[in-house]
């Protein structure tokens, strides 16, 4: 094992020649290709085929073993089936074992006559390597006694291998592959005798080396049809794998297809949502903040974040964003337009739960790994409050919110991510989201939303509005609403619209057709108030209790004290 590996591979080596670990969890990108130095240049492999060629080159035995192809020698199949013979059963039918308990048994017998072996003075230290692939369906989680029999005594044999000193002694390695650590049973995962470790989807740098090396071998009309600089592709590919990369290279080289930046951004934007299983959508936004009326101070400050992003100033960067106001006052739509002017990918982190046991761990973490491949990416959970989970989870739920909880929480305080990662949270209740994920170090910019305040606000709403349903509007056509009467951008989309219903009422010739300003004059009389005034300026105090910064508050609020508002949330908490 000369030859330069990958870190991961580096470290599995380090430990494993140090006798402090026997065991390794191998989890992440386990279906790219996996590159190595031979010395003579760089090669990609399947981790399959690497750790056959590379890792155990000289081993003397390595089984390896998946449910779908059964039991099998890689290596030393001679003396494996020599062994089978002896035990009365039929010399190389090792591939007609399949069943999860039945292959654990063969393996732990075998490496038990291993170890039997070495004790014998003056026998062969063999050196044996087990590998076993998709482990997650022979040690899959959940509870031992609802597991049954069968797969309780699979995950026994699996931390024996662990935590047998005997093992550890001997020339004896064993590898439990899955793409995501939730998916395996916790006793496997979390035990202290078992290394963890990750393989990640390439970094620029890696992915550059890669598109090179088939620019060079495989697709060499590659630098012909690419528009963009081939040393570049690296860059626009993060957040694919190697495979995907070749892929969707490969895709436009067969079939004369000019490689161009917005091929690369359709292409790349579907392989990783169609990799993701569709837990992640790309925001490609036709909006910039100019088309959000109002919110004159959050428009300001993200402009300045976005300038300090480019500048590449990430230590000056928020990890993340709350963004709290009642429903109707452009949360998610402030997001949308502020996604035009970033530069960088802004993904929506869609429904990840799922009723299976595991399977919400298992796509979070997916997620995670993707998220950190693409360098550097805005994160918007919308409906926040119903997407975190609780620190305390419920029983109702199987702790799984719980779970869910420590996983984001953990990803979001990871300061290696700040500038990278860069999370964004929109809800109208932040009060439902616990008090640990919106602490600073997590969401540090709590940016509040209200309804537009001044008659400037309103007349540019309305237009906004008007601009947005494609209605011709002036100033002078917009109705005069009573001051007291408070209406966000989703209320005065309602009413355009029915004053449009109003407006296409006439008939075909458009002869009897009256004019938008008289509409909207007839409209303004109908008006109601807003049936939930209690809860909409609940969610108002909300915002303004959870603000970080006194610049996003209007007058009407800057001057309220914390006990002031504490006060006016508990009455109207009451009145609910």
Known sequence: MSQ????????????????????????????????????????????????????????????????????????????????????????????????????????????????????????????????????????????????GNAFAGNIIK?????????????????????????????AIVNNPHAAKLEIPLPDEKEMGLYVQSLAREELKELPEMCDVPVESLGRRLTGLSRIGAKRALSLAVKNKQRVTTSWLTRIKKD????????????????????????????????RQDTLLLKRGALRALPMGYLIAGRIGTGKTYLVQCWAGELGVPCVVIKNFRDRWVGATESNLEKIFNVLRALGQ??????????????????????????????????????TANRGKIIWVFATSRPDLLEVDLKRQGRLDVHIPLFPPQTPEERQALWLAMGKKLRIDLSSDDLPSIPEHVVLGGNEIEGI?????????????????????????????????????????????????????????????????TPEQVERRILELGRLM
Request: net charge negative; proline share 4%; aromatic share 8%.
């Open 377 to 414: 990416v805005v994160v918007f959970v919308d409906e926040a409050d119903q997407m975190a989970g609780k620190r305390q989870g419920s029983d109702m739920d199987g702790g799984l919110s719980g779970r869910v909880y420590a996983m984001l929480a953990k990803e979001m305080s990871e």
């Open 271 to 302: 392989l990783i949502e169609k990799d993701c299983q569709d837990l992640l959508s790309f925001y490609e936004s036709p909006y910039t903040l100019d088309n959000v009326a109002g919110h004159e101070a959050a428009k300001a400050w993200l």
């Open 158 to 186: 699996a931390l024996s291998w662990a935590n047998d000193p005997a093992i550890l002694q001997a020339n004896i390695v064993t590898i439990l592959i899955t793409e995501n650590l939730s998916d395996l049973n916790p």
């Open 4 to 147: 330069p590996l990958p870190d991961w591979a580096s470290q599995m080596r380090d430990l494993f020649r140090s006798g402090s670990v026997s065991q390794f969890i191998i989890h992440g990108d386990i279906f790219d290709l996996v590159p190595y130095n031979t010395g003579q240049g760089m090669r990609h492999v399947s981790l399959g085929r690497f750790f056959d060629d590379v890792m155990f080159s000289r081993y003397d035995v390595v089984l390896r073993y998946d449910r779908g192809h059964g039991l099998r020698a890689t290596r030393g199949g001679e003396e494996v089936a020599r062994w089978i013979t002896e035990q009365g059963g039929e010399g190389g039918a090792l591939h007609t074992v399949r069943e999860p308990a039945h292959a654990m048994e063969v393996i732990d017998r075998f490496l038990l006559r291993s170890l039997n072996l070495q004790m014998i003075a003056g026998s062969k230290d063999s050196r044996i390597a087990v590998v076993i692939d998709f482990s997650e369906f022979v040690v899959p989680r959940g509870d031992a006694l609802q597991l």
């Open 496 to 560: 355009l619209v029915r004053a449009l219903r109003e407006y296409e009422m006439a008939d075909e010739s458009g002869n009897n057709r009256r004019p938008m300003k008289d509409i909207l004059a007839e409209m303004a009389q109908q008006i109601r108030p807003n049936a939930h005034q209690n809860q909409l300026e609940f969610m108002d105090m909300l915002a303004v209790r959870e603000c970080t910064d006194h610049r996003f508050l209007p007058a009407v609020y800057a001057t309220m």
